[in-house]
């Protein structure tokens, strides 16, 4: 039985498509019905954790975060007006605000709420992201209006010096990694940007030595070392995008200029906001985009037709490494508004040869099991 299960299962992988093969994921909806609409903000880690903020009105959105089925506003926040979050698997926040004091910038961690303090003479903080240890990349602007990143990693913090090249980072990963972009109207040749361990270095998407862009920028970074890029046209129509995924040493273009990255994860899907096509023309929202293996899907359309009966599909928010995703959604019939967990399921084919293979194994095993002599 020890040999004859990692045999068939070899066998099944053998039989299986290839992942250049494989179909899109389905995907199940879950309505965080405990999570406050409308969520304006929103972050997920792996392990099904839910950081966000919803509006309150009076310009407030205070963050919160779901985490064991327990929501909990976070302490010191509830007067703020959170703008972007950043979780990691510890439930350590990077938090956003912006509000009638002007922007600020926290991290949640023991539950607590501090305030990242920039150095004498910089302002306008942001907090961008958070690694899995903790750490915070940030920024702030210096009197004449350019931008500094920092990390902060709960004992201190740390200037990213990218010399005399004016960078803004937006992305960290795991081991190191930070990327951004060369900051727009500064006078050098756009490209998104790569820092590891004092060293910069660049990436320019095909089109960018044509001067296609006016703006490239490193918006993601997973621990493989693939870059998501979001590169600006400076064509008609204005403000369109091109989204380019780098590794490997080669660049893959992803969508259309229709589609707007949001993030990226360790199977190198991404995950962005995409304009209706001509042909379902919906109400005119941004739609929810998956690119996986390959191809970009309307998310709507991987929906279970269960699902899909129910709820008209808005913004993504976040994914995770499992491939689940934290988005918004309508109640068709009723408008209500809800925030939504999609959590990929087996294919029917592949959950049948799964199946299929333990039911063989079962049968061989009885038969062995039988006592010598017995026949039948």
């Known amino acids: 039985m020890k040999l004859l299960l990692p045999a068939l299962l070899a066998a099944c992988a053998l039989s299986a498509p290839s992942v250049s093969e494989a179909a899109p994921p389905r995907y199940r909806l879950q309505w965080l019905q405990d999570v406050p609409a409308p969520t304006i903000a929103g972050a997920l880690n ?70 990242l303090r920039l150095p004498s003479g910089f302002d306008s903080p942001m907090a961008w992201d958070i690694d899995a240890a903790g750490r915070v990349l940030a920024s702030g602007s210096d009197t004449d209006g ?40 500064s006078g050098v040749r756009p490209a ?45 129509p204005d403000d369109a995008t091109d989204t380019w995924l780098y590794g490997g040493g080669r660049y893959e273009r992803i969508g259309s200029r229709a589609f707007e990255p949001a993030v990226l994860n360790e199977r190198g899907w991404v995950l962005g906001n995409a304009s209706p096509p001509p042909d379902r023309p919906g109400d005119g929202w941004p739609q929810a985009a998956l690119w996986a293996d390959g191809a970009l899907h309307a998310l709507d359309t991987l929906l279970r ?37 999609a959590t990929p399921v087996p294919e029917p084919a592949a959950l ?6 333990l039911g063989v194994v079962g049968a061989v095993a009885r038969r062995r099991a039988r006592p010598p002599g017995h026949v039948g």
């Open 46 to 115: 792996d392990a099904g954790d839910v950081a966000g903020a919803y509006y309150t009105g009076e310009f407030l959105a205070p963050p919160y975060l779901l985490r064991d089925g327990r929501l909990r506003l976070l302490p010191g926040l509830a007067e703020t007006r959170a703008t972007r979050l950043a979780l990691n698997d510890r439930g350590d926040i990077a938090i956003s605000t912006d509000g009638y004091d002007g922007p600020s910038a926290y991290v949640f961690r023991g539950g607590r709420a501090r305030a």
């Open 146 to 185: 350019a931008e500094h990143a920092f990390l902060f990693d709960g004992r201190g913090r740390r200037a990213l010096d990218t010399g005399a090249t004016p960078v803004g980072f937006r992305a960290l990963n795991d081991r190191g990694l930070v990327v951004g972009g060369i900051q727009a109207d």
């Open 192 to 236: 998104a940007a790569v820092w590891r361990d004092g060293a910069l270095s660049f990436l320019r998407p095909p089109g960018t030595e044509a001067g296609t862009y006016r703006q490239v920028t490193g918006i993601d970074v997973n621990n493989a070392g693939q870059v998501l890029i979001r590169a600006e046209t400076d064509t008609w």
């Open 305 to 341: 037709p269960a699902d899909a009966a129910h709820w008209t599909l808005r913004r993504a928010f976040d994914l995770n490494d499992a491939g689940q995703i934290l988005l918004q959604g309508l109640r068709k019939g009723t408008g209500e508004q809800g925030v939504l967990l």
């Open 352 to 357: 049948a040869l799964v199946l299929a293979g």
